[in-house]
């Protein structure tokens, strides 16, 4: 099934995809699905990020492809890393291009979305924490990612984890999905989930060993060879088979700053 979050009439609403309608629920999909009577059309609605994370965490030089593409030699463990949940965005939103970065790069991953609060969960139960999968922007700012020696920065601008465009809970064996980003409609990113270092059940079961995950967190697995720049009026597409294509379009921060995060 396909979860989406939108906004009608000002408020947020949680529906599931049926064919090219999106079916209203009663209450948020994390909480039981429970179909109300209205329905949309799906190409009406304005999608927002399916999910309110409290924290996006990522892995980083997770694809066997990405870490001989960065000279890495391929690491014991994946490196983790977490972006502010001030840095959500959903299908459509553009991503700022701030001036303080001097190159923003795209990165395609696979994302995980948590359904139970949990902490040390093992590989064998690992299903039932996972409520889905979703497509992943982890927008980068590469330059500032090698000055700064840490990546809070270079990966933690509002609007640099994009979320969407829904949540699917079946789409197909998550370690067999190809990847593919396309820049401008060109493809620059094309590879597939059997490349990844280490599989999704073991990352959520690896993570949740550090930290307690919370309903609606997302864990991106890493992004395979191929990353590049972007530029404002660029559109970048994240496309996961299985899953469906994440568009948004990047635009150059306002002359005066963005605007605090209003994110639904
Ligand atoms: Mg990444």
Redesign the pocket.
């Known amino acids: 099934m396909r979860f989406v979050r939108y906004q009608v009439d000002g408020e947020v609403r949680h529906g599931v995809i049926e064919g090219d309608r999106v079916r209203e629920l009663l209450r948020t999909f994390f909480d039981g699905v429970v179909p109300m009577a209205t329905s949309y059309a799906l190409d009406d609605l304005d999608l927002l990020a399916p999910c309110r994370p409290t924290k996006m965490l990522?892995l980083?030089i997770n694809y066997r492809d990405h870490a001989e593409e960065m000279g890495h030699t391929l690491p014991e463990e994946p490196v983790l890393f977490m972006k502010p949940p001030t840095a959500l965005a959903g299908p459509g939103q553009p991503i700022v291009y701030p001036h303080m970065a001097g190159r923003v790069d795209y990165?395609a991953?696979l994302a995980i979305v948590i359904g139970r609060r949990c902490r040390s969960v093992p590989p064998e139960k690992v299903d039932k924490v996972i409520f889905g999968y979703t497509c992943f922007n982890?927008v980068?700012a590469r330059d500032l990612q090698s000055k700064d020696g840490q990546w809070t920065r270079a990966k933690g601008f509002d609007t640099f984890g994009v979320v969407g465009p829904w949540i699917e809970t079946d789409p197909g064996d998550p370690g067999r999905l190809s990847v593919t980003c396309r820049l401008n409609g060109e493809v620059r990113q094309s590879s597939r989930t059997d490349q990844l270092i280490v599989d999704c059940r073991s990352i959520v079961s690896w993570v949740s060993r550090i930290m307690t995950l919370e309903v609606g967190d997302v864990i991106?697995t890493?992004?395979p060879a191929g990353i590049g720049p972007m530029q404002p009026g660029d559109e970048v597409e994240v496309e996961i088979e299985g899953i469906g294509v994440l568009r948004n379009t990047v635009e150059a921060e306002r002359e005066k700053g963005a605007k605090p995060a209003h994110i639904l």
């Open positions: 990522c980083g990165e991953e982890d980068t991106a890493g992004t």
